[in-house]
């Protein structure tokens, strides 16, 4: 292994909250066994309205979107009442799923000047502004006084801050479906740079509305209405008979540390964050490159000091898209990395969109943890038949060296290489 | 506003409505006409927020301003009343 110049970085603790599960246990338990939830989703705000004829009466049936919704959310007695009264959706999933990673990695016991707290995502409560919007349409004056600061993104980093009194920096991070890991290295480079001693990277609950959820339908990226009566086989990354993401709601929260400052009598760390890349294609379209995914994979394992035979596991971003998931298997195997075992994550819980980079991390994680790799939903045919997949059954397997891929619209890809400590 | 004018009494009345949602720790709190709601711990912008509700209770729109001076919740309500 080549030597570094700088510290090891690990991750000390974890916080997940999905439509299959609320914490680490309820989440894992439900990975392996392919638990899902999709169906037609019914939060409000998320149904295009009925249209209507000159007298008043629909049409024709609301449109549904397909999705995973999460069922409740068990908020932790230490927030205040008064404080999640003006949190929206997003911010009371992260608050709750923060709550999960702070004990985890014992945050208590840090300086809170020495906690940097980073949220992955932009735009992600759309549902609540739409409905903010649409009750005091024609009645503005009445708007509440709270939505001057809540309609921010930013307004998570002072809910969160407020709540576990955290005085390092905090801050947003964007990058569209890559947002999830992106904030993830953002935490590393503070982390490795001593900027603070622990920085909690959150990958933000993307809260659509029917506006995205439109507009990623008509941009053919959203799974269209093929699978409306069938909404168990809509989520089929790598899929021969897959056309679209679909969306799935879910939060992730990570805690890393240099691995020289966690109390290892207090703390197992879960695993070192062994090499990690990011780039852009230059383009800001939603397609797909090979050139950009072939080298963020490159360059993280360089960094890592690891070659794709090393990498026994690979995570990929695996929306299920026409395009990008032939595109990302074709920058596996020009990699080399046709032999390490491959699931898709989102097949069970959905595309989380901003929180999917940081969650799907948590899964490779608690994968390790298990010795076993969940199942993938829907894999009948895959488009791949020659990879190494996990297919309809969890198979057992210690993960040595995985591989985490995240792509974004707007040419964004990262690679993240996780070593078992 | 409707055409019977709401009395002061029924203004003080949605008021603590409004802050018993606003501040949830309040719930059991017996509200006196000379409480503050800043010494009962409503922020600045919880009190803005309990304004506006009121208002919109009230169909009534009036700027914020006007309810600045008001020390109690019971010179908030007078405020209003004169207003309505």
Known sequence: MPSRSWPDIVVSGIGVTSAIGQGKVAFTAALLEGRHRFDVMRRPGRQRPLPVNGEGTPEEPAAAFLGAEIASVSMPGSVSRSLLRTASFSAQVALATLYEAWHDAKLDAIDPERIGLIVGGSNFQQRELVQVHDAYRHREAFLRPTYGMS????????LCTQAFGIRGFAYTVGGASASGQVVVLQAIQAVQSGQVDACIAIGALMDISYWECQGFRSLGAMGSDRYAKDPASACRPFDRDRDGFIFGES?????????????????????????????????RNPDPSLEGEVGAITAALQRAGLSAKDIDY?????????????????????????????????????HGLSAAGA???????????EGWLHPSRNLEQPIEPGLNWVRDQAVPHRIENALNLSMGFGGVNTAVCLRKC | MSETKVSKEEILEIIVRHTREVVPELEAHEFRPDD???????NSVDRADIIMMTLESLVLNIPLVAMAKAENISELAEIIHAKS
């Open chain 1, 359 to 369: 969650v799907e991390l948590i899964a490779i994680l608690l994968q390790m943890q």
């Open chain 2, 36 to 42: 503050s709601l800043k010494a009962l711990g409503a």
């Open chain 1, 251 to 283: 939060c992730g929260v990570v805690v890393i540390q240099r691995a020289d400052s966690v109390s290892m009598t207090e703390i197992r760390p879960y695993a070192l964050l062994a090499g990690w890349a990011m780039g852009m294609d230059g383009n």
């Open chain 1, 314 to 350: 690979v995570n990929p971003h695996g929306t299920g898209s026409t395009m990008g998931d032939i595109t990302e298997l074709e920058a596996i195997r020009r990699c080399g990395l046709d032999h390490a075992h491959l699931n898709a994550t989102k097949s069970v819980i959905g």
């Open chain 1, 151 to 158: 309609f921010m993104d930013s307004d998570l980093c002072g």
